[in-house]
């Protein structure tokens, strides 16, 4: 005997989430646009570095890292030599050489194998920035390898960086490849050093020919994370996470032949300002500027940067102002972002109709149905609608929000919500059994139908953003959704995006969706999302939730009655979600690019392997942040090699079942195996005109 | 006033440097302030002719005629330092 069961459909006004009065908006300027500027480093005294579309003052760009610093200054003074102490020979003294009008540093022993060490009597601060100017002799004519400088800081500490120009020469190893300038660490007060990175990059000179006779520049600027080491035209830029350079002695040493150097530590300006030069008329649907001008930098209690948006009538324009206390450290701008939040009206949620309410006088309900997608994306509910007073009788025309209660008939009765969405199209067909036009045909969507008609437009980037700021401009500041109905998972306001200076790969394009904007953050910090049966935006981690050993229900001889009809079906309906092959890209904890793999060739091969496609059925992921990319192809591999055994269950009224639940069988003879557990991944019901409830599932083994 | 022919050549690195012989040693001078003349050999003939040169690595190379008549030429790598003039 069938379940008889009721149900309690509450229609609200189109206004009852919300409606913004003022939009939300957001720009990105990112360094990388200055580029074009001129930063050789010869060109230090004056602020050469600003282009067309922006005016620097007292600041300086940095093309190859697309950052803006503030000016570097290096006086290029005298060297005196009673300021360094000579170790390992004598052969130093002071020169000036022909064109410039300071002393530098000479080391007069032409002998090839010989070499010179010269070690500043005072320390350079922690994380300095250097000069160095440099004028080599050339090899004479029987020798073999070109004159070398070296230059180490953080002398006598136990983490040391050497600049080696051109290669180091290790005792023992293989004659070096000297053409290329090299970078060495030690993290043992010098007593073994390793490479850790060379100039190699495409027009870097060969410093084993050139740059003779002639003074070649060294900048070398400590930014945060990273190296940026101009040597004459060519940059260099070398990162380490977590970049430190102690405080300490610096040591110059030159090898096989004369040489001459002039070297101060590099201080900065301490304030100047960029700003741009083109002006951005705002969109009419914001009603003021963005009250939030922020920037991605490297800062601190010392180096500060303090962005603004000026204004000229309808124009405005983002500056950003650089200062430091510290005259040996700068900060570091990489990017300009201003955002305006959007003003929501509270609406209007007005009761426009309610089943239980208006029974047996207005509205009778009949021919109900409702289906719980299996990614929670689309899930829809259905019905007809008696009216006693005609069609205008509660001026439904799409868009109206609606919410679906069931119960079996019981005494009270126990509602269940199967679903919250919205009246997608009334339709209005004439019956002829009824005596005048009083039936109404509704179908209602989830949220998506709402989220699906509307674009990101100007939306920040998110690089740098948390994970659970970032949905939140998406579902709430522009897809209007009610912060309350937006439900994130425990880590969602943990998890950062990473952010790499100059380039922004979370900005969208104005015209996407944010249906797929979301896709696209969820997917980039390992999340999926949906909306639930009440209306509620969601967020999960790695897929679905483990079982934990306690089944909602149990489909055993008992539960299982003449209505009750079971379709195990093996992996044919299932295929597509199927994988045999997962590749995730990300960094192993020594900080290799490593392609993480899991697979199952079986399932290529083996027609007994379960799933078995006989085909190569593969998605590559990257791997968030901080992520073990081994483990997540494992995680990932296993739950999509899972789809493999369905079964299908049509039973009498069961709204309380929903999607991720799970289900112990215990019978056999259905094609399962007893002892089963299986999770509904779909759900569907339906009340009839004559009060019978009945329930579908689609469950998978797991 | 140094005897003989003075040799003068511009290194690389600017200093100008002065070669001669004064009958008895050769001489070697540097135009940076303050610096001195450095006697880097004896020379042992009387009519106090030599050539100075360097090559780009900075190397110099005095050549003299001994007292037999010969061609001789050292060399130093350390700027004319006193005691490293060796025999090419």
New interface residues.
């Given amino acids: 005997m069938a379940a008889r069961g009721v149900a309690n459909l509450v229609i609200t006004d189109k206004r009852s989430d919300g409606y913004p009065t003022s939009q939300s908006w957001g720009m990105d300027w990112v360094m990388s646009d200055l580029a074009r500027g001129a930063n050789r480093p010869g060109a230090y005294q004056n602020d050469a570095g600003s282009v067309p579309e922006w005016e620097l003052i007292g600041t300086r760009a940095v093309p190859a890292l697309n950052a803006v610093i503030l000016q570097p200054i290096f006086a290029a003074g005298d060297m005196d030599l009673d300021d360094w102490t000579q170790e390992a020979s004598t052969y130093f003294k002071e020169v000036q050489p022909t064109g410039f009008d300071s002393a530098w540093l000479k080391y007069y022993d032409a002998t090839e194998d010989q070499y010179g060490t010269l070690r500043s009597n005072s320390a350079l601060t922690i994380n300095p920035s250097w000069a160095l100017n440099f004028l080599r002799a050339q090899p004479a004519h029987d020798q073999a390898e070109p004159v070398a400088i070296s230059i180490t800081v953080g002398v006598q500490a136990s983490m040391q960086y050497q600049l080696y120009i051109p290669q180091r020469w290790i005792a023992g190893a293989a004659a070096p490849d000297s053409r290329y300038p090299s970078l060495w660490k030690s993290e043992d007060t010098g007593a073994t050093w390793s490479l850790v990175d060379e100039c190699r990059h495409e027009g870097a000179r060969s410093w084993a020919q050139e740059a003779f006779d002639r003074p070649t520049w060294v900048w070398w600027l400590t930014l945060g994370d990273y190296l940026v080491i101009y040597l004459g035209d060519t940059c260099w830029v070398y990162h380490e996470a977590g970049l430190e350079i102690p405080a300490g002695m610096v040591e110059v040493t030159i090898e096989g032949g004369q040489a001459a150097f002039q070297m101060e530590q590099i201080q900065f300006t301490p304030s100047g300002t960029i700003e741009r030069l083109v002006g951005i008329i705002p969109p009419e649907y914001i009603t003021d500027d963005p009250d939030t001008i922020d920037t991605l930098g490297d800062v601190d209690d010392q180096r500060t940067i303090v962005a603004t948006m000026e204004t000229a009538g309808d124009t405005i324009w983002p500056k950003a102002a650089l200062a430091t206390s510290d005259p040996y450290h700068t900060p570091v701008l990489y990017a300009i972002q201003a955002t305006r939040e959007a003003v929501y009206d509270e609406g209007d949620a007005s009761l426009l109709f309610d089943n239980v309410v208006n029974a047996g006088d207005k509205g009778k309900l009949h021919n109900l149905r409702w289906t719980i997608a299996q990614d929670w994306r689309g899930s829809s509910f259905s019905g007809k609608l008696l009216t006693a007073q005609g069609y205008d009788e509660y001026g439904l025309t799409g868009n109206e929000r609606a919410q679906l209660s069931i119960s079996l008939d019981t005494t009270p009765p126990v509602y269940h919500v199967v679903g919250t969405g919205y009246l997608v199209a009334p339709e209005y067909p004439r019956d002829p059994q009824l005596p005048s036009n009083e039936v109404i045909e509704l179908q209602f969507r989830d949220r998506l139908s709402r989220l699906e008609r509307k674009a990101v437009g100007d939306c920040p980037a998110f690089d740098g953003w948390y994970l659970s700021d970032a949905l939140n401009w998406l579902f709430c500041q522009i897809g209007g959704v009610d912060p309350a109905e937006l439900l994130l998972d425990d880590t969602a306001t943990e998890y950062q995006f990473a952010w790499a200076p100059g380039s922004l790969n979370l900005k969208f394009d104005a015209q996407t969706r944010v249906v797929d904007a979301a896709d696209q953050i969820c997917r980039a910090a390992g999340r999926t999302w949906g909306v639930d049966q009440l209306g509620q935006v969601f967020t999960a981690t790695s897929g679905d939730a483990d079982y934990d050993g306690t089944p909602d229900y149990t489909l055993d001889e008992s539960t299982v009655t003449e209505e009750d009809h079971i379709y195990p079906v093996h992996t044919a309906q299932d295929v597509s979600q199927a994988r045999n092959q997962i590749v995730v890209l990300g960094t192993d904890a020594a900080g290799n690019e490593v392609r993480a793999c899991w697979r199952m060739t079986d399932s290529m091969s083996n027609p007994t392997s379960s799933p078995y496609l006989g085909d190569l059925a593969c998605d590559v992921m990257v791997c968030p942040p901080g992520a073990d990319p081994y483990l997540l192809a494992s995680l990932q591999g296993r739950r999509l090699a899972t789809a493999a055994q369905h079964l299908i269950w049509q039973t009498n009224g069961k709204p309380n079942l929903l999607p991720g639940m799970f289900v112990a069988v215990t019978i056999g003879g259905i094609g399962v195996s007893p002892g089963t557990v299986m999770r509904i991944i779909e759900s569907q019901g339906s009340l009839n005109e004559q009060g019978e409830c009945a329930s579908a599932f689609c469950a998978v083994a797991v | 006033m140094a005897a003989g022919n003075v040799q003068t050549i ?1 290194d ?4 100008t440097w002065a070669a001669w012989t004064d009958g008895t040693d050769v001489l070697l001078q540097s135009d ?1 302030a303050g610096s001195s003349p450095i006697t880097c050999f004896s020379q042992p003939v009387s009519d106090g002719q030599i050539a100075f040169e360097r ?5 110099m190379y005095i050549t003299y005629l001994d007292a037999g008549g010969a061609r001789v030429t050292k060399y130093s ?3 004319g ?1 006193a005691g490293s003039w060796a025999t090419l």
């Fill in positions: 511009t690389p690195f600017g200093e940076a090559d780009g690595s900075g190397r790598d350390l700027d330092d």
